[in-house]
Structure formats: C-alpha cells, structure tokens
C-alpha cells in the first residue's frame, strides 16, 4: 500500500515538474519554432520559384516540384547581362557606404565623446531629433540638391553612384555616431592620458588604441550600412537615372514592374544570388555582432 502510494506521489510530483518546466521555459521553444517556420516559409518559396523555369506567381504552390539551373542561366543573358553590373554597383555602393560610415561615424563620436567643446550636447540633441524624421520628407530636397550640385561637380550629383554614396552617408550618420558614442564612453579615458604621457598626438591614440578597441562595434555599424545600403530601393530610384547606374534593387525593380509578363523564376533567382554578399558577410562579422550591439549600452 505505501509503495502504491510512494509512486502516485512521484507521477504527480514529475508531472507538476513537467508542467511546470512548460510554463516557465517550454513556451519559449514554441514561440522560436513558430518564428523560425514563419521566417524559413518564405526563404523556401523563393528558393523553389528560382528553381522553376518559367515560374509564375500563381502556378509555383508546390514546393521543390522541378528542379532546374535555367533561371540562374538566363541571369547572364537577360538584357544584355546588365544584372551583373546592377549587383557589381550595389556592391560598390554599399563597400563605399559602410567604410565612410565607420569612418565617420568613429571619428564623431570619437569628438563626442573626448571633448568638451561649445555646443556639444545640442548638437548631440540635434542629430537625435533629425532621426526622428523620416528620410521620405527629404526627396524632393535631394534631388534637387544632386540636381543643382551635377552642374558643377557631375561626379557626386544626379545619376551617379558617388553622390547616391553621400547621401546614404548624411542619412545615416546620426544613429550611428549615436551607437559609436555610447561605445566610445565605455572605454576608460585613462587609456587616452597614458597615450599622451608615452607622446602620442590624438590621431595616433585614435587610429592605435581607441579603434583597435572598438572593433566589434565598428563591425556592426559596416554592417549595418551595407545592408542597409545594398537592399535600398526608394532612394537609389531617386537618384540614380540611367540602366548602367542602377543598383541591384532598382535594377530588379524593372523586372518586375509588369506583374503579368514579369519573369518571376528569373527575379527569385537573382534574389537568392544576392543574398549571397549579405550571409557571407554576416557570417563573417558574426562573432563581433553580440557584444558589439551590448556593450555600447554599458555606459553613455
């Protein structure tokens, strides 16, 4: 009788344990699971549309259900082969994007965060409030800026993928002289003193101690820029004019502009090809990733 009842205590006792375990860490797996199928789903049905010859929206249900290279084939046949120039300018923009961000974006919140000048803190408060605003609000404002500045220096103005460059650059440097600088702020200043008690002028401490230090978040920030960059469609529409000059995004825009005749196999296979530069170069930078989005939030 005691052992009947010894093990009636132990099922319950296991499976209030069970129940318990479901309540406090089982919903988790289950909330990753439903996101990771709702995100794998759609990677999938481009994956088996460019797969497909001849695809189309409505007939490409079926997953996986032929499999063939010819969309990939005609990536270089179709207009020309221009599709590979529209991912070699992408490439160009966002390379040229993200090492001007750094760049940028290390040395004023290298300012920002080791001087104490007249200014600083509105200026500060100014870049945060233009973040506020929507970039859409300026398009009217940049094109005719580009178009005023292509009449005298035609190599940053309209249609050209330098003046595309600088606008990104403008665009993005406030949010991200805001992340550098919460970065910034954690390194000790003791380093910068020690610096110049051994001779070092600022720009040495800069490029020889402090950037060697901040190389995760530095990372995120290119990052970051290059995707942002290499996926943007509205403002590089803006600018830029002529076929030669588009980037990948404008590019396969043409493609697909007619919903009925578009050839939506070759579209989805040029999709899967660009996200390629992207994966490889997140996989790269992955073990910077973590503790470069943190540790900014340490101090500042």
Sequence with gaps: MSTNTAAKKEKL????????WVAEVGWRHLVGIAVIIY???PLLYVLSVSL???ATLTGSNELFRTISADNYTALGERNGGQYWHWILNSLVVSSLTAIGTVLMGAAAAYAFSRYRFKGRRGTLTFLLLVQMFPQMLAF?????LLLGIQDVFPIIGLNSKLGLVAVYLGGALGANTFLLYGF??????????????????????FWTIIMPLVLPVLAVV???SFISSFGDFVIAKVVLQQPEQFTLAVG???????ERNAPWGVFAAGAVVAAVPVILLFQYLQKY???????GAVKG
């Design 13 to 20: 006792h296991t499976s209030l344990t069970g129940w318990r």
């Design 39 to 41: 995100c794998v789903i």
């Design 52 to 54: 497909v010859p001849n």
């Design 140 to 144: 009217v404002a940049l094109y005719l």
């Design 184 to 205: 910034f702020n954690s390194i000790p200043r003791e380093l910068d003193e020690a610096a110049e008690i051994d001779g070092c002028s600022h720009a040495q401490t």
């Design 222 to 224: 290119s990052l970051l």
């Design 252 to 258: 396969m825009f043409n493609w697909a502009s007619d």
């Design 289 to 295: 990733i973590v503790s470069g989005l943190t540790a």
